[in-house]
């Protein structure tokens, strides 16, 4: 699949006021600082599409992109920042919460995880309530240019090890680099496969 145009659609504080069409989504979401924005960017081809930081937890809202005008890229906020006020990142998690458990537009999710870092409790919590709610989802592994071809194997196998304790079925597991666009095609393919099921 490619992109040939994608252009900022809204930005949206609750699930009540993302765009009321029946254009589906495709969001994006996991730790603040993993680069969703630098992926987007990457992926769409647009470098100042999504706004990238590097302060974390800097997406407090669920913004929406238009691509093609077919569907929606959607940048969520990050979460388990711990830097932001509690009342905050409360705030943040039932953003988060509404849209992944009540958002009807959500097709499916892709949750990022930094490729170079051991399994983290908070992205398996996370995924595990996917899990519970039926919530179909893959994993993008970011930053993978930080690694060998060896290490990044090893952390790959051992997330996949992790999950498998608790998942008879792994979710699609994809590479991803912003920097030098590993994974664009293979993200984009299995983008346009989701979009093709009805």
Known sequence: MQIRKAEFKCSSERISQVPKDDLRDIAFIGRSNVGKSSLINMLTGRKGLAKVSGTPGKTRLINHFRIDDAWYLVDLPGYGYARTSKSQR????????????????????????????????????????????????????????????????????????????????????LLSSSSNGRGREEILDCIGECLAEC
């Open 90 to 173: 409360d705030e943040f998690s039932k953003i988060i919460t509404d849209y992944v458990l009540r958002c009807e537009k959500l097709h499916m999710l892709f949750v990022l995880v930094d490729s170079r870092l051991e399994p983290q409790k908070i992205d398996l919590r996370f995924i595990g309530m996917l899990g519970e709610h039926g919530i179909p989802f893959g994993i993008i592994f970011t930053k993978c240019d930080k690694l060998s071809a060896a290490q990044l194997r090893r952390n790959v196998e051992r997330y996949s090890q992790t999950l498998a304790e608790q998942w008879e079925e792994l979710p699609p597991m």
